[in-house]
């Protein structure tokens, strides 16, 4: 699971600039890099929601699935912890991009 989530990421950060720079044959990209970063980050932040939403799914069947099981518990505990971080991360990194565009454009 950590080698496809790990995999998925790195194809996202790999690809997504060449989505956002693609133009059409014979014409010059006019493009603006605060709004080609916010593009990026805003597509991350939804993918990065969308698996926090999915481990805390799993969290809740680990949950129900546990019947007193303490390394079940904690394995549900430790997906929710993982969730809450990664959504964390993630609004910090909106919220340094919207720091840089603020000092960027002055």
Not at 85 to 104: D, N, Q
């Amino acid at each position: 699971m950590k080698k496809i989530l790990s995999s998925l990421v790195l194809v996202s950060f790999l690809a997504l600039p060449i989505i956002g720079l693609a133009a059409a044959p014979g014409s010059a990209p006019d493009v603006d890099i605060m709004e080609l970063l916010d593009s990026i980050t805003n597509w991350l932040f939804v993918i990065l929601l969308i698996v926090a939403a999915i481990f805390i799914i799993m969290a809740g069947y680990f949950f129900v699935t546990a019947m007193g099981d303490p390394d079940k518990v904690k394995k549900a505990r430790d997906f929710v912890l993982y969730a809450a971080i990664g959504v964390l991360v993630g609004f910090a990194a909106k919220g340094l991009v919207s720091l840089i565009e603020i000092i960027a454009t002055g």
